[in-house]
């Protein structure tokens, strides 16, 4: 309905802090060895404007997309995964270039892939239901500062409202 806005499930929302610090203090570590599984409508969105991003790639990670893409045969979820380069994300370059493209074309999430747009929101296989990563939350292990629950005092719920309303926007029942 137009002008409602949908509701989505966010398990741990009301209890936990999170604050994104990149550019203040955080280089986008999550890029580092940053291999989200690839959607086929993600890819296809990606193919299509693949040389837009070119530029703005950094040179080893544009020699390797020319020689042999952006997306490895590693499968997760079902899905090929985006390639690394000297340890980081082939589409990192001083941040996200699909973020900074998409930016300046006014939409950041529309060229990132699902997971990194969502990041650190994560569906809850058991019951569907959104929740926020945390070290010690449902088993947590990617050892990223800004997952520690004493890293922000900020509350997620007021800290990820672009990617919560990026979620109810992609999720079929909110």
């Avoid at 940053?34 to 890819?43: D, Q, Y």
């Avoid at 370059?93 to 950041?108: A, F, I, P, S, Y």
């Amino acid at each position: 309905m137009a002008g409602k806005r949908m509701t989505l499930n966010v398990i741990n929302l009301d209890t936990v802090t999170f604050e994104c610090t990149y550019g203040r203090g955080c280089d986008g570590i999550c890029c580092q060895n940053g291999r989200p599984p690839v959607a086929s409508e993600e890819a296809a969105r990606i193919d299509k404007n693949l040389k837009k991003f070119l530029p703005h790639l950094t040179e080893k990670a544009r020699k390797a997309v020319e020689q042999g893409g952006y997306l490895t045969k590693r499968i997760k979820s079902g899905k090929p995964m985006l390639r690394v380069v000297g340890g980081w994300c082939v589409f990192f370059n001083r941040g996200c270039v699909l973020h900074k493209v998409g930016m300046n074309e006014g939409d950041k999430f529309k060229y990132k892939p699902a997971p990194c747009s969502l990041f650190p929101l994560e569906r809850d296989d058991d019951h569907g239901d959104y929740y926020v990563r945390q070290h010690g939350y449902k088993g947590e292990q990617w050892d990223l500062f800004c997952l520690a629950p004493n890293a922000s005092s900020v509350p997620a719920a007021q800290s990820l409202q672009e990617e919560l309303d990026f979620a109810r926007r992609r999720s079929p029942n909110g």
